[in-house]
């Protein structure tokens, strides 16, 4: 049975030690006893009768109860400190599976495995069974997962909030090349990394309208009056430190009704309304990002926004904080980064317990909240930037559009002081814009109230500043810097490669797990043919490892002896997996025409990853379209053992740990000025895979920093992409002026890959040629240029091997360590313990 900590103060924390103090004694006999002690007494059954997945909970178990005496020594000594707080709030956190990491944060990898032999069981068919946390979608939800691990490896005092999705994002199958959304039932089994505390349930409330009164005190105040509310339970999660005995915290909120069951209406036979209210409140933490293409879809997103960021800012007042706490003194326990605008909503709702609660002035208040927020932008796109509608606003959260009607009356006054006559100026500004419909712009308000704000890359950054948001740069240039982002070396090298990361052991030693800088020391083993030889065998060895996972998982036979070129990412259009599959296309055609001998090409298997939102129907189209080209391809006998093309469907965290170790080649083509960062360019570079991109994003600062030679550079800079919108794009023209382009498209017109039927790629080809809003045509010439050069230097493995160990080498910069120093000092104003 769970044990709790509660009370006023609670949270969970522990002693730093050079491996976690713990009950059970660490060694095999001590880990046996707690496990079968699990499995007796948890799961209820006998080693004998028991199964795969009791087992596995059994394990999970075993391995949590090692970290929670470090979790409750964390939190004593951090309250007994009176430590302030980074409360990162994000909409998501994609966690990938919890029992590796905690094993390897442990130090229990090889006690753990002893001990499962010693019970005639293989720890690898138990870490099999761990079923993804579906906590997230993509970049954004891995980067937060990222920063917590580097906060606890660091001992820096973090709370993460979030939601507890019972669905997740959605689990992506293909029929007939389609992509098909199903359910993600990832809790089915159980989760036994969570701690629920519903004795600690908030009430969150929606609806209503707001009066206003005369207080005690004589002044006139306002009251919202709901109409309805619902419970958030919290769910705690552990995030260890890498081997330093610290264990932070992840609270996860899950929704549900405060009156879940009528009894009177069950009675007279109304089932299905008695327990109305109950499918009613649970609808909000049923799926991440719901389809919010109808009004009910978006009315839930942001039903979503509020309710885990209400919670979180009681929670942390109600129950955090000392019960006699002054909040004037807030800031300085506590400060709330806002991962990109989902949990923007936050800032009203601080000024509203802050007003109408706990009886500031509005002048009080809102200083006291422009000190505890910092805002991160994590995109360039204008649609990426929420905005809500007044009109919902009102109906779901009706005083805090008055709140923000009066911060944004507030700051304009501040604007047209500053900025004297300039009306237009302050139209650009006003958080409430007036066209299309009247919407609160959430990144206005975020940037307003925020103390800093930052950009994920350096050019994101200085795009962001100068045009973003270059009217609030110019009235606060201090306010805006940069953090360019980076990836836990502990789960994306040490754990995803571990054949590399003995050898960089062996190489320079211990400790650069937590120091990735110290990967600079590997430099001058790019110059040794020995250290190159057993690289080049370490990525042959990460390639069997991942078709045989493929084989298993999906059924996909990757050939043997390719360069794997491979491109994972959300599927979205600025991230141009259309000109990737331009690429392929072109190939294969100059093949299959005669044009190339194909004994002369360097065989190559493509792999793509990506899932596209359920209502993106031209992303859904590019899926259908590049799974028809890899059946064709691989049908084509004129190609076979030269071309390949594979699309795992759901591409997660788990299958990235195994494909990203074997991958050679790293597509990030996106349109120059339109990815803010990426991570996963830094992941392929660390694990030793050479980049073809532009210069977009942190693609930039990669190629800097392992030099232009091992960096494969193609397409437009941002100025001269920013220059031909200007003049004004014509994709097709450029169809009339490269003779392969036209050959590539005309192909796919033919209905090759369609069997025959041309009307299936109408709409893809027709936005190709007549919108190509991301100019996948204007770059496609450079691109198959910087394709030709991949060839030449793939051709000398011996060279490529030293390309790809500098790759490594010089990529320690994007630890997301160096990203939390970065906040630390530039953002938070705050220390780490290490």
């Not at 990938?96 to 002893?114: F, H, M």
């Not at 490669?497 to 110290?518: F, H, K, Q």
């Amino acid at each position: 049975m769970a044990t709790y900590v509660t009370g006023p103060h609670f949270e969970p924390t522990h002693e730093r030690a050079k491996v976690p103090a713990v009950g059970p004694g660490r060694d095999v006999d001590g880990f046996v006893r707690q496990f079968m002690r699990e499995l007796n007494y948890g799961q209820g059954v006998s080693l004998a009768r028991s199964t795969v997945n009791d087992q596995y909970l059994a394990l999970a178990h075993t391995v949590r109860h090692y970290l929670m005496q470090g979790w409750i020594q964390t939190g004593k000594r951090r309250r007994d400190a009176g430590d302030r707080v980074v409360g990162y709030l994000s909409a998501e956190y994609l966690l990938g599976r919890q029992l590796d990491n905690a094993l390897l944060a442990s130090d229990l990898q090889e006690i753990a495995r002893e001990a499962m032999n010693a019970c005639g069981l293989d720890l690898d068919i138990l870490r099999a069974q761990e079923i993804e946390p579906g906590l997230g979608n993509g970049g954004l939800g891995r980067l937060a997962a990222c920063f917590v691990d580097s906060l606890a490896t660091m001992d820096v005092s973090c709370i993460g909030y979030g939601i507890r999705y019972e669905y997740g994002i959605f689990k992506q199958t293909f029929v007939d090349g389609r992509q098909v959304e199903e359910p993600d039932s990832w809790l089915a089994l159980g989760s036994p990394w969570e701690f629920p505390q519903p004795d600690r349930a908030t009430r969150i409330d929606f609806g209503g309208h707001t009066e206003t009164y005369t207080g005690e005190d004589g002044r006139e105040r306002v009251r919202w009056v709901p109409s309805w509310d619902v419970q958030a339970i919290p769910y705690h999660l552990l995030v260890p430190g890498y081997r330093n005995g610290v264990v932070n915290t992840l609270r996860l909120w899950s929704a549900r009704a405060t009156s879940a069951f009528d009894l009177q209406l069950f009675n007279q036979g109304d089932y299905a309304e008695a327990v109305r209210a109950r499918t009613f409140a649970e609808n909000i933490t049923k799926v991440l990002y719901p389809e919010d293409s109808t009004p009910q879809g978006r009315e839930l997103r942001l039903q979503q926004q509020y309710f885990f960021v209400a919670a979180s800012l009681k929670d942390f007042i109600r129950h955090t904080l000392p019960a006699d706490f002054d909040l004037h003194q807030l800031p300085e326990r506590i400060t709330f980064q806002l991962n990109d605008t989902h949990p923007v909503i936050a800032i009203p709702e601080l000024m509203r317990l802050l007003v109408d609660e706990h009886d500031f002035e509005w002048e009080q208040a809102w200083d006291v909240t422009r000190r505890c927020f910092d805002y991160t932008c994590h995109t360039l796109l204008p649609e990426a930037l929420e905005v809500w509608p007044v009109e919902l606003l009102g109906r779901l959260l009706p005083r805090h559009l008055e709140i923000i009607y009066r911060i944004n009356e507030d700051f304009l006054a501040e604007v047209r002081e500053a900025f004297p006559g300039d009306e237009l100026r302050a139209r650009r500004m006003s958080m409430v814009q007036e066209h299309p419909v009247r919407a609160v712009r959430m990144a206005y308000l975020a940037t307003v109230a925020a103390s800093k704000v930052n950009g994920v890359a350096e050019l994101h950054s200085r795009l962001l500043r100068d045009k973003v948001l270059p009217d609030f740069s110019e009235l606060w240039p201090d306010k805006f810097t940069n953090v360019t982002n980076g990836v836990t070396p502990r789960r994306f090298v040490r754990m995803a490669n571990p054949g590399m990361s003995e050898l960089i052991t062996e190489a320079i030693g211990e400790g650069w797990v937590t120091d990735l800088e110290r990967l600079r020391e590997l430099e001058p083993f790019a110059d040794d043919a020995a250290f190159r030889e057993r690289f080049r065998a370490v990525k042959v060895a990460n390639k069997d490892r991942l078709r045989q996972l493929l084989h298993h998982r999906d059924g996909i036979e990757l050939p043997e002896g390719h360069m794997l070129d491979v491109m994972v990412k959300r599927l979205h259009e600025y991230k141009r997996q259309s000109l990737k599959l331009l690429h392929i296309v072109s190939l294969y055609e100059r093949l299959i025409s005669g044009e190339v001998d194909p004994a002369t090409i360097t065989p190559r298997t493509f792999v793509f990853g990506a899932k596209a939102a359920p209502g993106y129907h031209m992303a859904k189209e590019t899926i259908a379209l590049i799974n028809a080209v890899a059946k064709t391809i691989g049908e084509d006998p004129r190609v076979e053992g030269r071309l390949a093309v594979a699309f795992p469907a759901n591409y997660n965290v788990t299958l990235a740990e195994t494909l990203i170790p074997a991958a050679d080649l790293s597509e990030q083509i996106s349109l120059a000025g339109k990815e803010a960062s990426g991570t996963g360019n830094m992941k392929f570079a660390l694990n030793g895979a050479l980049t073809i991109g532009t210069d977009d994003g942190a693609n930039v600062e990669i190629r800097e920093l392992v030099g232009g030679d091992n960096f494969f550079l193609f397409g437009m800079a941002e100025p001269e992409v920013a220059a031909l919108q200007a003049k004004g794009y014509v994709p097709s023209s450029f169809y009339q002026q490269s003779p392969q382009l036209k050959r590539t498209l005309d192909l796919i017109a033919s209905g090759a890959f369609t069997g025959g039927d041309r009307s299936t790629v109408g709409a893809v080809l027709d936005d190709w040629l007549n919108t190509d809003r991301f100019m996948a045509m204007a770059d496609f010439d450079s691109y198959l240029a910087a394709q030709a050069r991949v060839d030449e230097a793939y051709a000398d493995q011996d060279r490529w091997s030293r390309s790809a160990i500098l790759n490594v080498a010089r990529s320690g910069f994007f630890s997301s360590d160096r990203s939390m120093r970065n906040y630390l000092q530039r953002i938070w104003d705050l220390k780490a313990r290490s």
